[in-house]
């Protein structure tokens, strides 16, 4: 007896039936998607290039230091003079977007994991799954579902980039020592106040570097997001391969890896705790604390201590 099983058109019946019996459901997920996508964009590139590149080198001046912030202010400064500013910003919408989604749903299911083996257990394959799938073949069911334009792009990159932080999560949890538990446990923590007063707190490193990566991710979906209409420095990119125009694709080439290496500084910098500028302030801070604390004691401060000495 011979069994005539396509995968294929296992996949293609499942596709028309979700389409012909939950449309109403796709469609106020794309209304949901897209009320976070254009508010993020609109904002973005609502802002003044000049006060964009401004924010984005604070940013890097107060968590990485001033050295970053240099090359921050330089190589935004030549995004804009190339004439892609508004196309990054675009980028950067679509990025924030997808990774606000994948943290929402992400964190929640790392933790699952974390706390049950069985969710683990079942988690596990479609992490592996979601992670191995060429990245082409999410376009097609994401532009069935959705049409064309930043939603299926955004759905698209979401599926392709959440599972680190799912997996990060799950193993920054199971990670953190005993000795916090039972301390916790000890104290009378309930399973909830352990979680988010024990767990979490020392497992934010692990989490953090998972939400880098799903940065990280969401930028390499660009270009092939934009095949389905996302917009943004994919375009250009797309644009140079087409028309085989070396320059276009290099220019924009070249602005996916500037935002990639602002993002991606920024992003371990919470990871890693306080850095930069937000470093030396903490650092002249407790000094401060520390003089008067000795002033108040009857301690000279050191100053005072080498002026007497000389």
């Known amino acids: ?21 939950f449309t109403p459901a796709l469609d106020a997920i794309a209304t949901a998607i897209g009320f976070v996508t254009g508010g993020i964009q609109g904002v973005l590139v609502g802002i003044p290039p000049l006060a964009g590149i401004a924010i984005l080198t604070i940013l890097s001046l107060w968590r990485v230091g001033w050295k970053f912030a240099i090359f921050a202010l330089v190589s935004l ?20 977007s997808a990774t606000v989604i ?37 376009l097609i069911p994401a532009a069935m579902f959705f049409g064309l334009g930043a939603v299926p792009g955004t759905i698209a990159t979401v599926i392709f980039a959440m599972p680190p932080v799912v997996r990060l999560t799950n193993l920054g949890i199971r990670q953190v020592h005993s000795e916090f538990i039972e ?20 497992a934010m490193p692990s989490i953090m570097a998972g939400v880098n990566q799903t940065i990280m991710l969401s930028l390499s979906m660009v270009v092939i997001a934009s095949m389905i209409g996302a917009g943004g ?21 070249l602005a996916v890896v500037i935002l ?51």
């Open 77 to 96: 400064a030549l995004v804009n003079h190339m004439g892609l500013w508004e196309g990054t910003m675009e980028t950067l919408s679509l990025v924030l």
């Open 183 to 202: 301390a916790g446990l000890a104290f009378g923590c309930t399973p909830s106040q352990l979680l988010f007063k024990v767990q979490l707190p020392n």
């Open 260 to 310: 990639a290496v602002v993002l991606d500084r920024i992003t371990q910098s919470f990871g890693k705790g306080s850095s930069g500028l937000l470093s030396f302030l903490a650092f002249r801070k407790a000094s401060g604390r520390i003089q008067a604390a000795s002033q108040a004691a009857g301690v000279p401060a050191d100053n005072e201590r080498r002026s007497a000495a000389a």
């Open 1 to 21: 007896m011979d069994l005539d099983f396509s995968v294929g058109h296992g996949a293609d019946v499942t596709v028309n039936y979700i389409l012909d019996n």
């Open 233 to 253: 420095l994919g375009n250009s990119v797309l644009t140079g391969i087409q028309r085989l125009d070396v320059g276009a694709g290099f220019e924009g080439g």
């Open 102 to 138: 994948a943290v929402v749903i992400g964190i929640p299911a790392g933790i699952a994991m974390a706390r049950s083996d069985r969710v683990a257990g079942l988690l596990r394959p479609v992490l592996d799954l979601m992670q191995t799938m060429p990245a082409f073949v999410y």
